[in-house]
């Protein structure tokens, strides 16, 4: 009889309770697990709604799971009479000590959330970026890697690049080319500027609007230079730039125009004293 009442007390204090608990947790589990899926689902339509980019879309999805997760387990064990409180801290003290060691690695992350949000630069532009030109390749969250003209791939740290000022090459669909031309003193301006426009309107790259200028921009101390400024679409910026000088420079000779090398009049003059020596 006194095994029975024991085993009836036991039951009553321990077993019901503990296992009402433990089925209670695993209802908070689950039902938490769902509810977090459900949240991110939900997150995941309006980042796709916003057009953010797919991988600060996943990154973020990741990050929001994991923290809800965590949520719903300390819940969990919280109904099992587990002490969160010092749970807590020693989650918030090991993500402390986590964020100090990977100070530079959370400093390029937070500069690739900043250019995959702003997008100061995407995928195929070409760009300067942190001391390097070429054409970007990939935008990951911690860097980024170009590909520069002679074919060589660099990977940087966002945050080098978020630093540093950005020259985007290919954000706008025209480029001016800025040219400088000298001739001599002895040659004629306004021939010079006729075989220079001739030369321009020659090119089917060069943009009627806005049209070229030709300009004399300075008498310096060999030549007189002139500004040549044509506009062209991005692509075509490079290879017409290199094409006008060659023209440019065949049109001068078969015109008889010069481009002098620089050069220094010396006069001397004798004195009285030494022509009378």
Known sequence: MFEKTTANAWINDYALPWGFNILLALAI??????????????????????????????????????????????????????????????????????????????????????????????AGDFVE??????????????????????????????????????????????????????????????KAKSVIESVLAADSRILKDPAPVIAVAELGASSVDLHVRPWVVTADYFATMCDLKEAVKIAFDENGISIPFPQMDVHHFQSEATSAA
Do not use: C
């Not at 964020?99 to 390029?108: E, F, H, I, P, V």
């Not at 740290?157 to 001016?176: H, Q």
């Open 29 to 122: 589990f689950v039902l938490g697990r769902w509810v977090a899926r459900g949240i991110v689902a939900l997150i995941r339509r309006l980042l796709v709604r916003a057009e953010l980019d797919t991988i600060l879309q996943n990154f973020i999805l990741s990050i929001l799971h994991g923290v809800l997760l965590l949520v719903v387990v300390i819940a969990a064990l919280d109904r099992l009479g587990v002490d969160t409180t010092s749970l807590v801290a020693l989650i918030g003290a090991a993500g402390l000590a986590i964020g100090l060691a990977l100070q530079d690695s959370l400093k390029n992350f937070a500069a690739g959330v900043m250019l995959i949000v702003f997008r100061p630069f995407r």
């Open 129 to 190: 970026a942190a001391g390097t030109q070429g054409v970007v390749e990939k935008i990951n969250i911690f860097s980024s890697t170009f590909r520069t003209p002679d074919n060589r791939e660099i990977v940087i740290p966002n945050g080098a690049i978020y630093a540093d000022v950005i020259t985007n090459y290919s954000a706008r669909s025209t480029r001016r080319i800025d040219l400088i031309f000298g001739i001599g003193y002895d040659d004629d301006i306004r």
